[in-house]
């Protein structure tokens, strides 16, 4: 059974300073990856995804991850973070096994950037 | 533009009386989805459907059913609420293919008293 990680719940930044927001996972075969932005009062949306080929993913709002096998992790950075990145973030995994996609999400991590 | 359309936003009611909260999607997924968001526990999937007529318990099934009988449409029923089912309720859709993200609505925060 796949699990996920994060190991922050709440992690408090200052404005244009680096952030990375850590995930791990556990599964036995291979995987397809994902983070998830929820802002206050809505769903969550797609930030980036992780499918194949390049273990550097960039996606939306400047943010990117870095898939590491060997160490089954996926974190999340951003170089220069704003105040409008205070959120709510999910990683989340599912098999790459064929028909139905099983999602496993981690509890979120908060990011909360200071002025 | 391509949503998830959840209803209610908001409920609060009281023990025992029955509600739905319904989810309709505008994508032609085939795949949907409800999550409930608890603090410190993230995301749990309650049911899901690959299909018209196909449904399956999630991860945290107990005290809610689901119905499938249009391909947009997927209400959670809650026959008899209890205040354990307090909680920040989600649906999601998506084509189901392995490696496809999901589409989430806006979220129904529902209290039970």
């Known amino acids: 059974a796949q699990s996920v990680t994060q190991l922050d719940s709440q992690v408090p930044v200052f404005e244009e300073a680096p952030v990375e927001l850590r995930c791990n996972y556990s599964s036995s075969v291979s995987v397809y990856l994902f983070w998830y932005v929820q802002y206050p009062n809505q769903g969550l949306q797609l930030l980036l995804k992780?499918?194949?080929?390049?273990?550097l993913v960039k996606g939306i709002n400047g943010f990117e991850a870095e898939f590491n096998k060997s160490q089954t992790s996926f974190h999340l950075r951003k170089p220069s973070v704003h105040i409008s990145d205070t959120a709510e973030y999910f990683c989340a995994v599912s098999d790459q096994s064929g028909g139905y996609q099983k999602v496993t999400f981690g509890i979120g991590t908060k990011l909360q950037v200071i002025p | 533009e391509a949503q998830v359309t959840q209803n209610p936003r908001y409920l609060i009611t009281v023990t025992g009386k029955k509600l739905t909260v319904t989810c309709s999607q505008n994508?032609?997924?085939?795949?949907m989805s409800w999550y409930r968001q608890d603090p410190g526990l993230g995301l749990r999937q309650i049911y899901y459907s690959m299909n018209v007529e196909v449904t399956d318990k999630g991860d945290v099934p107990e005290g809610y059913k689901v119905s499938r009988k249009e391909k947009r449409n997927f209400p959670l029923i809650l026959e008899s609420p209890s205040p354990n089912q307090t909680s920040l309720y989600f649906c999601?859709?998506?084509?189901?293919?392995?490696?496809?993200?999901?589409?989430f609505g806006d979220g129904t925060r529902l209290s039970i008293l």
């Open positions: 994508m032609n997924h085939e795949y």
């Open positions: 999601a859709s998506s084509s189901g293919l392995a490696g496809q993200p999901q589409h």
């Open positions: 992780y499918l194949s080929g390049s273990t």
